[in-house]
């Protein structure tokens, strides 16, 4: 080595570790962020429950479908923020993708308006269910859904 190298070295050891830094910070806005999203849709579900408690007239569907969507979106984002903190933990994440894409895909049958094109539309997200269930059964099976497994 000559006394050039050393501090080129030392120059990007000193960059790579600002980025990871960065990195880490990024991580912990996005958790920051999915925290105070949840929070909210926490806020907005508790808000149309007491509404509906104290209107004193039953749910339309409409109002029922408002409801569930919002409680399904809650749990989407307690999933995302278990996808953060799993990836910032650099555990495996793929088994809390999925169960955060089968929260998603189960929110939009639950909630399910077809629009003019009914039958596309459900089969559509017959197709995608169909897809996110192999995407999980093969994972399994190749052991990438272990949860002890590192990233």
């Not at 903190?85 to 169960?99: C, D, G, S």
């Not at 895909?105 to 192999?134: C, D, P």
Request: aromatic content about 8%; glycine content about 4%.
């Amino acid at each position: 080595m000559t006394h050039m190298d050393k501090p080129k070295s030392k120059l990007m050891d000193k960059f790579v570790e600002v980025l990871h830094w960065g990195i880490i910070g990024i991580e912990v806005l996005v958790a920051v962020a999915l925290t105070a999203l949840a929070m909210g849709a926490l806020a907005s579900l508790a808000i149309q429950m007491w509404t509906a408690a104290t209107v004193g007239t039953p749910l339309t569907h409409t109002e029922f479908t408002a409801i569930l969507a919002e409680v399904l979106q809650v749990f989407i984002l307690v999933e995302l923020f278990r996808v953060t903190i799993a990836y910032m933990k650099h555990e495996n994440v793929i088994p809390t993708v999925l169960e955060a894409a089968l929260v998603a895909v189960a929110r939009k049958f639950i909630v399910f308006e077809g629009g003019t094109n009914y039958l596309a539309n459900a089969a559509g997200l017959a197709i995608l269910l169909l897809a996110v269930a192999i995407a999980w059964w093969l994972l399994t099976q190749s052991k990438a859904c272990d949860m002890d497994m590192e990233s």
